[in-house]
C-alpha cells in the first residue's frame, strides 16, 4: 500500500478505550460542537451521558482517520453518508 494514498477512516470500539479517554473523547465532542438542546439549558453531564447512550445503541460511533491522525465521533446516518459501508 503507497502511504501517499489516502487511508479510509477505521471504527473504533469504544471498549477499546479507557472509561477516562472515553470520558475525555465525549466531552471534547460536545463542547467542539456546541450542539443546540433546544429551549432549556442540558448540563455537561445530562449531554455525555446523552451521547454515550447512543453510543451504546450503535448510532454514534467513534472514528479514527488515519490520514490526519484525529479522531471524533460520527452518527451512524452521517458515516453511511460518506460511502464507507455499514456500521
Partial sequence: MNQDEPQPP???PMEQLSPE???GL???FILREG???GREEVSLEKKMEQVR???NRGDVKIIFDPNTE???LLTK???LKLGLGQL
Fill in 10 to 12: 477505521i471504527e473504533v
Fill in 21 to 23: 479517554a472515553l470520558h
Fill in 26 to 28: 465525549i466531552e471534547s
Fill in 35 to 37: 450542539t443546540d438542546y
Fill in 53 to 55: 447512550k447512543q453510543m
Fill in 70 to 72: 484525529t479522531v471524533t
Fill in 77 to 79: 446516518r452521517d458515516w
